[in-house]
């Protein structure tokens, strides 16, 4: 979708050119990619719907990349100048990015192999880059390896191979490297330094080459049993001896000096007391606020005790020891349903292999003892906040700040929608309002009314699309779908004649009835004002709606919002009006410079973000790769830092407590290395540290910057 004719490209010099981050610090093993002042006349330099200018300093050059808005994709490719770059000694390929305009914008980075079309044969990565601020495009080179060894692997995301599939490429044969941005609004202008291929790479714990034969490969813990590595547990009977050792660890490691019992800064400022948490700007930042009065930003852990549980169905031979076969293990047997994958749409036989090691460890009594431990780690780790989707035992213990959600998953959907966890909900549809009121009523003398709940998430990670999506997939739907009948009553409103809104549209409608009996597609440039004024509709009914439930209940607990991973300006601006606290799962390397898409100033939370390597035991990495623990530790103190120095940001909430199972979970395949805990429930000591150590000067860090 890059190539098109080469056009001029003029150079200039320019102080543009001198920003730190435009030349990267280099190590002399690194690899120069492109050097930007002979593309013209080498012809590896290909645009879309964009005009470049070589700027040259004396350190190297970069491109100011100005882009159009009529393609999807405006950018720049940049080809291999023979025919292919051999990159199979390196990590990550990355450049330093400026953006000079006055707005945020997230620029995008694509490294491909043959046969790239977006998503097979490449890997893309993304970064925010704030008004004149400057940041790193970073793509980590995820190897590609179908092998599933003759389909005796299957549901899983990663394999215990050389990572393959999707989101994975053959590092020998990088044909180029693509920047651009998605789907933009406006002309936008960005700068580009040169690329480098850098970072040495190590390959993953886990190869099929280490055993033969290979099967079974999963030991009786849940772990990869053909490898070691540092924290591993070599064998059921080693969790008691862990236990003991880690109690004595927590007992010579209190909860962080100058917190109240809730997590808040009782060292700091002191402000008005509700005896609920509440919202505030204070000293030009946006805070949460405690019961007790003080300042809260909130520092947390999503999935806390959820016992993820593995697909065992048609997969005898992978298992030694298997516990399950054990009337003590009986208890983590299940059946669960499965949305994605090899599994998708059945309820196939499961087991918790995470569940059985805390009964290993903990005894018989682990339901009592373990909720016990979990709050006293968090405290030691510097964690103040029970985030999304964790246990209501736990949370109701009252000793750690939480978090609590409803969600639309039973309300009818809009037909027409789509979403990559399913359709939008009809929120014209009664059922939608009765269905959340029922959930709420739920949450009486529990989480609603409870000072320890912060306040209510909503749903998650929503096909929210682009402006007239929402609209459109009205249009879509059968005639008798609840949004559909409210689109085509504003639409008699305003027209009156279906003969008026032909003309409108460009249409040939014969009725009103047609109209309703057809799964019609309108034209977007002509209806495309009326398609946005239901969609601003629809996103500030949903809003609207929950927000009143939950506050008919709960009217001290806040509305977070619906932790919005896709999204667009006119849904966000609908959750700056009606929610308390707007909500984004951001999976990327740095927030620092993260823009919010309703142009408000607004309180907003960062519901999920995680990075994951390949060096504990685990085939996937999760969403944003690194390259081991100790850069795993780096990211995680760099991106929480930079979330504190946001003025808009009062907290983030690392997803999730525990690594997902080996073997993937039942809903989706996942299974990432994305835990403060692995499957055998042993913190990794390396994250575990650097929660701790962000949180020491966590308060002083937001209050002071």
């Known amino acids: ?69 009529r393609e999807s994709w405006p950018g720049v490719a940049l080809k291999a100048p023979d025919g292919r770059w051999d990159l199979t000694a390196f990590a990550q390929v990355v450049a330093a990015v ?76 990088i044909t180029q490297i693509l920047v651009f941005v998605n789907k933009p609004q406006t002309d936008l202008v960005f700068e580009v330094g040169e690329f480098r291929a850098t970072g040495r790479y190590t390959p993953p714990t886990a190869w099929v080459s280490d055993a033969d034969p290979f099967f079974p490969f999963i030991d ?63 000293g030009g930042k946006w805070w949460l606020v405690d019961p007790e009065g003080r300042l809260f930003w ?9 016992l993820d549980a593995t697909p065992i169905d048609e997969r005898a031979d992978w298992f030694v020891d298997f516990p399950g076969d054990q009337a003590d293990f009986a208890e983590f047997i299940t059946s669960a349903y499965a949305l994605k994958g090899h599994y998708a749409g059945r309820s196939p036989k499961c087991f918790s292999f995470a569940g059985a090691n805390l009964k290993r460890k903990y005894g018989a009594e682990w339901r009592e003892v373990y909720p016990g431990i979990v709050h006293q780690r968090l405290r030691a780790w510097g964690l103040n906040t029970i985030a999304n989707w964790s246990d209501e035992g736990i949370r109701l213990m009252r000793r750690t700040p939480y978090t609590d959600t409803i969600g639309s998953s039973r309300a009818r959907r809009i037909e027409g929608s789509e979403g990559y966890w399913g359709k939008f909900p009809d929120v014209f549809d009664p059922a939608f309002r009765e269905g959340l009121r029922r959930q709420m009523a739920s949450k009486a003398g529990k989480s609603a009314g409870d000072p320890w709940c912060i306040g209510y998430f909503s749903d998650n990670e929503m096909g929210w699309g682009d402006d007239v999506s929402l609209a459109a997939g009205a249009l879509a739907s059968p005639a008798d779908q609840p949004a559909k009948l409210a689109l085509l009553d504003d639409l ?15 249409s040939s409608h014969e009725s009103w009835d047609a109209l309703a009996a057809s799964p019609a597609k309108a034209d977007r440039q002509k209806a495309g004002g009326d398609l946005r004024a239901f969609y601003t509709k629809a996103a500030e009914r949903y809003f609207s709606t929950i927000r ?17 991973a896709w999204g667009n300006d006119r849904a966000a601006a609908a959750a700056a009006k009606f929610c308390d606290v707007v909500s984004y799962n951001l999976y990327q390397r740095s927030v620092a410079d993260f823009r919010f898409a309703g142009d408000a100033d607004v309180p907003l939370i960062i519901g999920e973000f995680h990075f994951g390597a390949l060096d504990r035991g685990l085939f996937h990495t999760g969403l944003v ?45 996942e299974n990432y290395q994305i835990g403060f805990v692995d499957i055998a429930d042993t913190p990794y000591a390396e994250t575990v540290s650097a929660s701790r150590t962000v949180a020491e000067t966590m308060y002083g860090l937001r209050l002071g910057d």
Request: with cysteine.
């Open 1 to 69: 979708m890059f190539y098109s004719r080469l056009p001029h490209i003029g150079v200039a010099r320019s102080a543009l050119a001198c920003a730190p981050l435009l030349v990267l610090s280099a190590h002399a093993a690194d690899l120069r990619l492109v050097d930007f002042s002979m593309a013209q006349s080498g012809g590896f330099l290909a645009l879309t719907d964009s005009q470049v200018t070589n700027i040259q300093s004396g350190s190297g050059s970069a491109l100011r990349v100005a882009t159009g808005h």
């Open 98 to 173: 400026r953006n000079p305009g006055s707005k945020s914008v997230t620029i995008n980075c694509r490294v491909d192999n043959p046969g790239a079309d977006g998503t097979s044969h490449c890997i893309t990565r993304s970064v925010t880059v704030g008004a004149g601020a400057t940041n790193v495009l970073r793509v980590d080179l995820r190897r590609a390896n179908d092998s599933t060894m003759d389909g005796k692997l299957f549901g899983l995301r990663g394999y215990p191979v050389a990572p393959g599939g999707q989101g994975a490429i053959d590092p020998a044969n």
């Open 220 to 282: 009786a813990l849940g772990q990869y049993r053909h490898k070691t590595w540092p924290g591993k547990t070599p064998a059921p009977a080693s969790l008691a001896t862990q236990r003991d050792a880690e109690a004595r660890s927590l007992a010579r490691a209190p909860g962080i000096r100058g917190w109240n019992r809730y997590g808040g800064w009782a060292a700091g400022p002191e402000l008005e007391a509700t005896g609920f948490f509440r919202v505030q700007k204070h």
């Open 298 to 306: 909130s520092h947390g852990i999503d999935c806390v005790r959820m």
């Open 492 to 506: 008699r409103v305003k027209y009156g004649e279906i003969g008026k809104l032909n003309a409108a549209w460009g």
């Open 548 to 564: 009143e439930v939950i506050k008919e209940v709960a009217p001290n607990q806040l509305y977070l919002g619906c932790r919005f």
């Open 625 to 669: 790769p690194v390259d081991n623990q100790a850069e795993r530790a780096r990211a995680y103190q760099d991106y929480v830092r930079g979330a504190l120095r946001h003025p808009q940001f009062v907290g983030c909430h690392w997803f999730q407590y525990q690594d997902e199972p080996t073997i993937g979970r039942v809903l989706d395949e």
